[in-house]
């Protein structure tokens, strides 16, 4: 019904994820293919380019607010998809998750605090967590090499969380990039630390609407009350829709106090809103590109076993199976190379450009972060690349 073929041409264009090659690798380099940053090569949902389209024609570019109409469509979104009421009250937002993210740490938490976060993870993480001039707590994630699954370590987060210095816990749901949807379960286990130890919540749900069958997406606030209260979540039709260019995100905010401390944070910057493209662009996504979205999930599906089949024939290449995100996580290590070796493999030998594991944290070296959001025939042809160098090595 939809348009998931086409492959948008968008090399030398402002695409970040396609000039990243031509800024790292440099001349020689422009039939490297970009599978790394977590956009999207579709062609746009046409509701969203027609309400795009239409707004360039009849709007004047000024000074905007969220109207009725944009509450309606996040509130309307979450409760249909997620089961999630929000109080249109509770909503913040802002040009992007990250921005927020950094928003909320100048508000809750102090240079010298301690945070918690968990590697291998969503790198802007790490740069938020130093940027505020926090310390770093790591509680790693558990790797069953047998199973190819992640878990939590729950005594050591416990531990962690303890820390008297510690202030705040950044949760990706789901796991970034490893794919893994947390359970209602292990978010109320978690929930349950913080909360004993007084510490703050901000759960980044960029992903959320990523689920596969046999593994819904909990959102943090679908829990209730009082787990709703000790978390701030963050998140985007942007990801969802492919529109981080038109700079959208909410946050969830439902105790007052907390959202008093925030609004002060964002108005020292400032103030935090929207884009005007972004306002119209998430009410068209919301309200009428949920068919759009439904056949998405699909040719997502059809991408995870293509790269299942490759991975399945090829012992030295793991899947560790994503439960949820448009992004799948390889184990490479048994090729036997090294950090270095295994980049310049992808870009010299199979002339790809994958997302470096140890990107995540030096849980993620020898691994790699693949980017499934595109066209099948895209992604055929990167694996048969990647077949064709792993021959080189004799495997």
């Given at each position: 019904?939809?348009?998931?073929?086409?492959?948008?041409?968008?090399?030398?264009?402002?695409?970040?994820?396609?000039?990243?090659?031509?800024?790292?690798?440099?001349?020689?380099?422009?039939?490297v293919v970009a599978m790394s940053v977590a956009d999207m090569e579709f062609v746009p949902a046409p509701q969203i380019v027609d309400a795009i389209v239409d707004a360039a024609r009849r709007d004047v570019f000024g000074y905007d607010y969220a109207t009725d109409a944009y509450y309606e469509a996040v509130v309307g979104w979450m409760c249909r998809r997620h089961g999630l009421e929000i109080d249109p009250s509770c909503i913040r937002l802002s040009d992007g998750v990250m921005p927020a993210i950094n928003t909320a740490l100048r508000a809750f938490t102090h240079p010298g605090d301690t945070i918690v976060?968990?590697?291998?993870?969503?790198?802007?993480?790490?740069?938020?967590a130093r940027g505020n001039g926090l310390t770093?707590?790591?509680n790693a994630l558990i790797y069953d090499e047998a199973s190819r699954r992640y878990t939590i370590d729950f005594?050591?987060?416990?531990?962690?969380?303890?820390?008297?210095?510690?202030?705040?816990?950044l949760l990706c749901n789901p796991h970034n990039p490893v794919g893994r949807v947390w359970t209602a379960d292990e978010l109320r286990r978690i929930g349950d630390l913080c909360r004993a130890h007084d510490v703050l919540l901000l759960v980044d749900e960029i992903h959320a609407d990523f689920g596969r069958d046999g593994h819904p997406v909990t959102m943090f606030g679908a829990l209730g009350e009082p787990y709703a209260s000790q978390a701030i979540e963050f998140?985007?039709?942007?990801?969802?829709?492919?529109?981080?260019?038109?700079l959208c995100s909410n946050a969830f905010i439902r105790d007052a106090r907390l959202r008093e401390r925030y609004d002060v944070a964002a108005a020292n910057i400032g103030g935090m809103t929207v884009s005007h493209f972004g306002l119209v662009a998430c009410i068209a996504a919301y309200n009428d590109a949920e068919a759009w979205f439904d056949e998405l999930l699909g040719v997502l599906e059809r991408n995870r076993g293509?790269?299942?089949?490759?991975?399945?024939?090829?012992?030295?290449?793991?899947?560790?199976?994503?439960?949820?995100?448009?992004?799948a996580w390889i184990d490479l290590r048994l090729l036997g190379l090294e950090t270095?070796?295994?980049?310049?493999?992808?870009?010299?030998?199979?002339?790809?450009?994958?997302?470096?594991?140890?990107?995540?944290?030096?849980?993620?070296?020898?691994?790699?972060r693949v980017n499934l959001a595109c066209p099948t025939p895209m992604l055929e042809?990167?694996?048969?690349?990647?077949?064709?160098?792993?021959a080189t090595l004799g495997r």
């Open positions: 019904m939809f348009d998931f073929d086409t492959r948008p041409e968008r090399r030398h264009t402002t695409s970040a994820k396609w000039k990243l090659i031509e800024d790292e690798l440099g001349a020689g380099h422009d039939d976060i968990q590697r291998p993870v969503y790198y802007p993480f790490t740069d938020a770093i707590s790591n005594d050591d987060l416990d531990a962690r969380l303890a820390d008297p210095r510690c202030t705040a816990m998140t985007a039709p942007t990801k969802t829709f492919n529109l981080a260019g038109l293509v790269l299942a089949d490759f991975a399945r024939t090829h012992p030295d290449v793991a899947l560790v199976e994503p439960e949820g995100t448009y992004l270095d070796a295994l980049r310049d493999f992808m870009h010299e030998r199979a002339r790809v450009y994958f997302d470096e594991g140890v990107m995540f944290g030096d849980e993620g070296a020898g691994f790699e042809e990167v694996l048969a690349r990647l077949e064709t160098a792993l």
